[in-house]
Nanobody
Framework: QVQLVESGGGLVQPGGSLRLSCTAS????????MGWYRQTPGKQRELVAT???????NYADSVKGRFTISGDNAKNTVNLQMNSLKPEDTAVYYC?????????????????WGQGTQVTVSS
């Protein structure tokens, strides 16, 4: 019913920048929040940044001051501007959305994940 598609990953040198984008499509009633998470082999998936439909943001301590999350409600899109990238930022980055689905006589809420996009920071 809902699909999330990410783009913008790639290889960048330390100190460089990348911009990730994620767009949700399908049977979307409304989106409460969208965000980015990342995961490396052997580690748990961790929150990077989130943004609500009202514009409230939350960042992991490790990316504060370097990453900026933004969204476009009309386009069901969330972006992550990543500056001053470090090797430890290397991971697969996943888009996530908390979505309310209008079910006719009732609504339901669930989370959706994108397929992930690889970010590699290396010299």
């Amino acid at each position: 019913q809902v699909q999330l598609v990410e783009s913008g990953g790639g290889l960048v040198q330390p100190g460089g920048s990348l911009r990730l984008s994620c767009t949700a499509s399908g049977n979307i009633g409304s989106i409460n929040a969208m965000g980015w998470y990342r995961q490396t082999p052997g580690k748990q998936r961790e929150l990077v940044a989130t943004i609500t439909s009202t514009g409230s943001t939350n960042y992991a301590d490790s990316v504060k001051g370097r990453f900026t999350i933004s969204g476009d409600n009309a386009k069901n899109t969330v972006n992550l501007q990543m500056n001053s990238l470090k090797p430890e930022d290397t991971a697969v980055y996943y888009c996530h959305a908390d979505i309310i689905i209008r079910g006719g006589t009732y609504d339901y809420t669930r989370g959706y994940w994108g397929q992930g996009t690889q970010v590699t920071v290396s010299s």
